[in-house]
Nanobody, 122 residues
Framework: QVQLVESGGGLVQAGGSLKLSCAAS????????MGWFRQGPGKEREFVAA????????SYADSVKGRFTISRDNAKNTVYLQMSSLNSEDTAVYYC???????????????WGQGTQVTVSS
């Protein structure tokens, strides 16, 4: 079992930045591919970014490429999502997830956090 707890969400103005964190406990963090997903109001959950076990490879949704950066610190059992140039379309609940598949939007993730709300005001 892996327990995931997101933090760092909040209210930010358009054009601003925010950094999300996801702390993991349980089984070995470094054995998991980690991903960030989001679900906006009235929308389906969508893939945002993923990072390989060692952190050397990343993958991003086209909508956030160049604005968001995913990273991880295996010594701290934590994965991060640095978000910049935020706009209203980024308003959503953001979830981190742990899996064992590829860095693709459709990969299977076995464990999910409870989510953290990000609201971008225009």
């Amino acid at each position: 079992q892996v327990q995931l707890v997101e933090s760092g969400g909040g209210l930010v103005q358009a054009g601003g930045s925010l950094k999300l964190s996801c702390a993991a406990s349980g089984r070995t963090f470094s054995s998991y591919v980690m991903g960030w997903f989001r679900q906006g109001p009235g929308k389906e959950r969508e893939f945002v970014a993923a990072i390989s076990r060692g952190g050397g490879r990343t993958s991003y949704a086209d909508s956030v490429k160049g604005r968001f950066t995913i990273s991880r610190d295996n010594a701290k059992n934590t994965v991060y999502l640095q978000m910049s140039s935020l706009n209203s379309e980024d308003t959503a609940v953001y979830y981190c997830a742990a899996g064992s598949g590829a860095l693709t939007p459709t990969a299977r993730y076995s464990y999910w956090g409870q989510g953290t709300q990000v609201t971008v005001s225009s």
